[in-house]
């Protein structure tokens, strides 16, 4: 079943702009992960936090954790209009290899 | 990371025929494979675990006879859609677990169209 729910669902906004997308989970989990999906492509790998970080950085991007509240923030900095792709979350159960995806978030950067 | 192919990466049939969508890691040795299917507009359900040399595993609601899967060597596996039906039209992607066994690296993904 799905796990993760993401919001906002779409989410435009204009080039330069920080875009912040929300991911939250039900179960325990040993990390959670955000992809990039270009429309009609394959998911890109962005980042991988682990339970037991809180912040994590790479580049433009920046994602936290909470466990206690079993959500999960990325925020995108400077956007650009190459940004623009949706966005999902996925979580591992623990003890399990298996990914479970948000339903994602569709961003738009406006020129 | 880790570098996976899809081949076709688009295909049209009639219905009632077989497809076979491969995923290739090129980069290094993968064990495990994932096979996810995708709608338009929604996310990722996973289908079904691929471990190589053993029988696949399926997530509740797939039907193993329908979509076949064979993980012969630790570079290739395959997913077949027997008797495909307009309702299996949709964006089939693979996954590789990295060598850490915490990420998953996808293949470009193929579309499959059935008419």
């Known amino acids: 079943s799905q796990q993760g729910e993401e919001d906002p669902q779409a989410l435009s906004i204009q080039e330069g702009e920080n875009a912040t997308m929300n991911c939250s989970y039900k179960t325990s989990i040993n990390n959670l992960q955000w992809y990039r999906q270009n429309s009609g492509r394959g998911l890109v790998h962005l980042i991988l936090?682990?339970?037991?970080?809180r912040e994590k950085h790479s580049g433009r991007l920046r994602v936290t954790l909470d466990t206690s509240k079993k959500s999960s923030s990325l925020l995108i900095t400077a956007s650009r209009a190459a940004d623009t792709a949706s966005y999902f979350c996925a979580t591992d159960a623990r003890g399990a290899q298996k990914l479970v995806f948000g339903q994602g978030t569709r961003l738009t950067i406006n020129p | 990371g880790a570098v996976v192919s899809q081949h076709p990466s688009w295909v049209i049939c009639k219905s009632g025929t077989s497809v076979k969508i491969e995923c290739r890691s090129l980069d290094f040795q993968a064990t495990t494979m994932f096979w996810y299917r995708q709608f338009p507009k929604q996310s990722l359900m996973l289908m079904a675990t691929s471990n190589e040399g053993s029988k696949a595993t399926y997530e509740q609601g797939v039907e193993k006879d329908k979509f076949l899967i064979n993980h012969a060597s630790l570079t290739l596996s395959t997913l077949t859609v027997t008797s495909a039906h307009p309702e299996d039209s949709s964006f089939y992607i693979c996954s590789v677990l990295g060598r850490v066994g915490d990420t998953q690296y996808f293949g470009p993904g193929t579309r499959l169209t059935v008419l």
């Open positions: 936090i682990r339970s037991n970080e």
